[in-house]
């Protein structure tokens, strides 16, 4: 036995193992495997704390995890969520449809006119030389206020040239300014559709109007008053601090976007499929504001500007959501930086009214209550603080662009006006739904830019889209109305002309009682001018 333990303890090199006895053999692997066991052992032992730690937190995100899966997700349909939040999936490309049979086109009667506009030509547009008065040939007109062109032919050239149509009697125009704007106002402002206006237009006018007249007149319109809406996004460029914000729409059947850039004195907005920096880039061009504000989204956050405010009303409705989903230590520290922000907004909003020494003191103490929460509270690392240690980090990083407006006054707080100059492209979206083509949405984006900036200039919104419409032909070249022959001017005691409207204001029907004589504007089959007369009663 002892020749065998002194065998044992000695190593033993492989070739001797194949002479030795069987028991030497099996007495030296399984030592082998006994020092191997310890060594795995001492491994596993000093691993133990690690992977007590491993497994502690891979628990607690499960248990997080599960939080969050544990419930259905918040939609439009099953809770408040507002649905600009439920995004919708684009939708595919359709088949190309068959063509449909065309239905037999209706045009308009010609009417029997109450204004006629002679448009004669007075000098010749090839050698500039006076033309005749007399022999000139009628060669076009437009019901019913008729502006009937004349032509002529120079006697000493014999250059042919026509008289020219004033202004608000142009060949293309199928409707007056006023209609123009008052349907543009309609539909843009108090978000009546097509459909509604046709029997607005029917009810109350009486005016005979299709879905497609209407949508004409405001293309006819968008047309005129995209040099203003140019200008205005030129204006907002130019301001030294400018806001900006973007909500969801329905272009075609597919999201896009639409965009809002604004000041206190100008607004632009525009509706494009994309929701990144190249927005904004091509917005701004080459110029470099000396201040931004806006909300979180990375695209805002990467503008090159000299400053950079953040809303602090965005961070107060996320700090709320932090009091109502995390627990005890994640909710009192929410509500105490939430009530911080708070003061803030207030602390810019009564400056004018307080001493500079009373706002410096104020300013001090909130950025250090805002500082100790920040960066010296300790949050554990808990499941129900989650939110709470997710925007303490948040705040870490944009720190230098939470009180901006402390040291620049012109620099706002919020962004709440940009979400203003969105909220009324948001209830016209909710109303129709989504525009069937870009050209419509641009149409949209250039009335909401155009409304916006005569709400914030204090103006009347439908003058500011009737000054957009252009001058009324009643005003061509100072003329008054002619009366047909119906009227005698034994019938008339006055004539009151003011735009688009001609009123008789007392004439006497064949009973003797007043009876006010209703002029309204229709279009006619050539697609010319008119002005049609009705003697219903007002």
Same mark, same amino acid.
């Given at each position: 036995m002892l020749g065998l333990e002194a065998q044992e303890q000695r190593d033993v090199a492989p070739c001797e193992l194949q002479d030795a006895p069987v028991v030497l053999k099996d007495a030296v692997f399984a030592r082998e495997l006994v020092r191997r066991i310890a060594r795995v052992h001492v491994n596993v032992v000093d691993a133990l704390p690690c992977a *007590? %730690?491993? /497994?502690?937190? %891979?628990?607690?995100?499960?248990?997080? %995890?599960k939080a969050q899966t544990g419930q259905p997700p918040k939609t439009p349909g099953n809770s408040t969520v507002p649905p600009s939040v439920g995004f919708k999936a684009s939708r595919t490309e359709r088949?190309?449809? =068959?063509?449909?049979?065309?239905?037999? +086109? /209706?045009?308009? $009667? $010609?009417?029997?006119?109450d204004l006629i506009v002679r448009c004669r030509p007075t000098i010749c547009r090839g050698c500039g030389e006076p033309l005749p008065s007399g022999g000139l040939r009628r060669v076009g007109r437009s019901q019913v206020i008729e502006a009937w062109q004349y032509a002529a032919? #120079?006697?000493? #050239?014999?250059? +042919?040239? =026509?008289?020219?149509?004033?202004?608000?009697? *142009?060949?293309t125009r199928t409707f007056g300014p006023q209609i123009e704007a008052l349907l543009g106002y309609f539909h843009e402002r108090h978000h009546v559709s097509y459909e509604r206006l046709v029997e607005v237009c029917r009810d109350v006018f009486g005016l005979s109007i299709s879905e497609g007249g209407i949508d004409h007149a405001l293309r006819r319109l968008a047309e005129r008053a995209r040099p203003t809406y140019e200008a205005l996004g030129a204006e907002v460029r130019a301001g030294p601090v400018i806001g900006s914000d973007e909500t969801g729409a329905r272009? !075609?059947? =597919?999201? !896009?976007?639409?965009?809002?850039?604004?000041?206190?004195?100008a607004s632009y907005h525009v509706i494009v499929p994309r929701r990144n920096g190249e927005v904004i880039a091509a917005f701004l061009g080459d110029v470099r504001p000396a201040g931004w504000v806006s909300d979180l989204w990375s695209p805002q956050l990467q503008v090159d500007a000299e400053v950079h405010q953040i809303c602090l009303s965005h961070q107060i409705r996320t700090l709320t959501y932090a009091v109502e989903a995390d627990g005890y230590s994640g909710r009192v520290w929410a509500i105490e930086l939430r009530h911080l922000f708070g003061r803030a907004i207030r602390l810019h909003h009564i400056r004018a009214t307080i001493t500079p020494t009373s706002f410096a003191r104020r300013r001090l103490l909130i950025e250090n209550a805002v500082d100790r929460l920040v960066f010296r509270t300790f949050l554990p690392e808990q499941p129900d603080t989650a939110n709470a240690r997710r925007l303490k980090e948040r705040y870490r990083e944009h720190r230098a662009s939470l009180f901006v407006f402390f040291d620049r006054p012109d620099v706002p707080p919020t962004n709440n006006a940009s979400e203003q100059d969105l909220r009324t492209a948001v209830i016209h979206r909710k109303v129709i739904g989504g525009y069937r083509s870009q050209l419509g949405a641009d149409i949209s984006a250039i009335f909401t830019? %155009?409304?916006t900036i005569a709400r914030k200039r204090g103006e009347n919104l439908f003058q500011a889209l009737r000054t957009i419409a252009g001058p009324s032909p009643l005003d061509a070249g100072g003329l008054l109305c002619e009366l047909d022959g119906s009227m005698s001017d034994d019938r008339v005691d006055s004539v009151a002309v003011k735009e688009d409207w001609v009123v008789n204001i007392a004439y006497v029907n064949g009973r003797g009682s007043p009876t006010p004589a209703r002029c309204l504007r229709t279009p006619t089959s050539t697609g010319r001018t008119c002005l049609r007369a009705s003697r219903s009663s007002w």
């Open positions: *007590e %730690l491993v /497994i502690d937190r %891979l628990t607690a995100q499960v248990a997080e %995890l088949r190309a449809r =068959k063509r449909r049979r065309s239905h037999d +086109g /209706i045009s308009r $009667r $010609r009417q029997a006119p032919r #120079c006697r000493g #050239c014999g250059t +042919g040239t =026509k008289g020219t149509y004033p202004a608000g009697l *142009e060949p272009v !075609a059947g =597919k999201t !896009a976007w639409q965009w809002v850039f604004q000041t206190p004195e830019s %155009l409304l």
